[in-house]
């Protein structure tokens, strides 16, 4: 599903314009991206936990150049979803392209 289905089904269970509903997920997605980019989870209950993870530094080979590198730790973004939507999920019996 693009973001752009996303919003069509948005608008037409909530009765909203599509504007609207558009406008609505942009700024759930960019609060996510500001309040993890400051260093906070992000908890919806019934859906799941944005997070971030650390990783640790790690040394890593550069191939093509034949020489090694030091990664120093740094976080990345995660999701952890809730278990009634790991249930949902888990309960799927073929994946739709």
Not at 16 to 41: F, H, P, R, Y
Not at 51 to 56: F, I, M, T, Y
Not at 84 to 90: C, D, S
Request: with cysteine; aromatic share 6%.
């Amino acid at each position: 599903m693009t973001k752009q289905e996303l919003v069509r089904k948005i608008s037409h269970e909530t009765g909203i314009g599509q504007l609207t509903a558009l406008a609505s997920v942009e700024a759930l997605v960019n609060v996510i991206k500001d309040t993890m980019a400051s260093g906070e989870n992000v908890y919806l209950r019934g859906f799941g936990t944005f997070n971030l993870k650390k990783r640790a530094t790690k040394t890593a080979r550069n191939i093509t150049k034949k020489e090694t590198i030091i990664v120093p730790e740094h976080y990345i973004p995660a999701f952890k979803p809730c278990p009634e939507f790991q249930t949902m999920v888990a309960e799927v019996k073929e994946v739709k392209e």
